[in-house]
């Protein structure tokens, strides 16, 4: 793990790290010492570590918790080099879909491959992170939609560390095996009107968790307008299953 | 508008009252006065004005949001005279039900049935609180689930002066037409493994609601078992939308 920036503002301390190749943003109160909760942060297609949902989120689980968060680029997305194979297949699903095909699986299947890589990836940046002494091994949640609840789903389902996880915006097509794997609370998000995932694909993702707590949040509106008071219900979220 | 008994206890007054014959309930701050947000709340089949969920909230919005609460008893509850009409197509509807008929329509059906009552009783107690110089002519939220759902959803399409409604563990079977007159902003609670009301009629009700907000929360766990964190939910929701 190679720290590349340390920058502060509001009491908010930002490392900029790469970690085997994949370039990574911590985020912890400034003059942070000791052991806290620490939440990973997956974000959405076509985004990256630092996009603006992500940023606007980890500054108030760090301000407000005192928790550390911690985001990387998926793959294909940021700081990352573009990746061949990814491309082709983004092409030809265009393709498909073009066509005449349902999204949903096609999508669905892509986030699975994609997964294959980023699993992996990011147990890896919880053993690196939760080797810091301002981060330590504390409890860890999850917080991502859409690609990140792609890729959120099977990463939560194969990582004992993390207890409790936002997830949304995203369907059962691929991932309806990996939710039935994961026993931790969830909290999940569906937007009413989403244009890219059809209703029924949502409700049957949440449906398929096998946790005991679990809460669906539904509001009226289209896949990016999750409404601004779902960010205060997941900073209360995290704060019960982790603080 | 006859009080028959005041009472106080950690800061909140309650009043009792009966208004042409309906026995009902007032809590305040104590010592209020002055205009103030109002929510009346419907209580569920079976109970009654002060059944312990009604006062477990109640007492929330007084204390933390210093609105005022009112809620009366439903016809056939409570203080109420037993009703023979009801009384008989209930002893009916069970007897369908054992020969095999669905549940939820003759629910609703007769929900609907004891809505042509409640809702012009409602409105006149809310004519009749609001006169009241420590509650006043302030916005106005509805509160209700189960048969509070039902009764309240007749209610809150009739009755203009409901600014904002927290609704659930109801299906779209009687009140889907009413429920598309809705507009205010709604929150509406589903248990996921409701053994009452079947999941498709709970999420076909949302669904009707022409709320441009409209949110709804499901959770976990049977009909009686909605978590002890969605009433801090409504608290929220009202703050905002009445506060």
Known sequence: MRFTSETSFDGISE???????VPGVLWTPEGAAGTRPLVLMGHGGGQHKKAPGILARAHRLVAECDFAV?????PGHGDRPKNEE???IATENQARVAAGEEPAPLIAGF?????RRTVPEWRTVLDAVQRLGHVGAGPVGYWGVSLGCGLGVPFVAA???V??????LGGASASAEDAARITVP??????WDDERVPRAQSLA???AFASAEKTLHANSGKHGDIPAFELDSMLRFFARHLG
Do not use: K, N
Request: net charge negative; hydrophobic share 55%; glycine share 6%.
């Open 15 to 21: 490392q900029l790290f790469t970690l085997d190749g």
């Open 70 to 74: 911690v985001a990387v680029d998926v």
């Open 86 to 88: 990814y491309d082709r």
């Open 111 to 115: 986030q699975a491959l994609v997964a």
């Open 159 to 161: 990582e004992p560390r």
């Open 163 to 168: 207890r409790a996880a936002v997830l949304g």
């Open 186 to 191: 969830v909290e999940f998000l569906v937007q």
């Open 205 to 207: 993702l949440f449906d």
